[in-house]
């Protein structure tokens, strides 16, 4: 099992900052990719930005704006967001995955970002 943790969600301006945090534990040694996503209300889950193997991709939306990055040393996927839009509100969840012995996906229980115009 693998257990994910986030936080750094908030309230800010539109044009504003924050970076959002999410660590990982439990049995991370298989999980070889790692990723954001976040959910509006009324919308679908939708992907914000993935890193596998060390190589990152982003949502359409998001691009230019914002940077996944994964620091194995502290088991901490972060989530830097710039020139935020009231668009990118929602709940932002870290997700995990390992496709070895066998596929699994784990969730963390999301945090909350809101954008003001």
């Known amino acids: 099992q693998v257990q994910l943790v986030e936080s750094g969600g908030g309230l800010v301006q539109a044009g504003g900052s924050l970076r959002l945090s999410c660590v990982a534990s439990?049995?991370?040694?298989?999980?070889?990719?790692m990723a954001w996503y976040r959910q509006a209300p009324g919308k679908y889950r939708e992907l914000v930005a993935r890193?596998?193997?060390?190589?990152?991709a982003y949502g359409d939306s998001v691009k230019g704006r914002f940077t996944i990055s994964r620091e194995n040393a502290k088991n901490t996927l972060y989530l830097q967001m710039n020139s935020l839009e009231p668009e990118d509100t929602g709940v932002y969840y870290c997700?995990?995955?390992?496709?070895?012995?066998?596929?699994?996906?784990?969730w963390g229980q999301g945090t909350q970002v809101t954008v003001s115009s």
């Open positions: 439990g049995n991370i040694v298989s999980i070889n990719s």
């Open positions: 890193i596998t193997n060390g190589i990152t």
């Open positions: 997700n995990a995955q390992r496709v070895l012995p066998t596929f699994a996906s784990y």
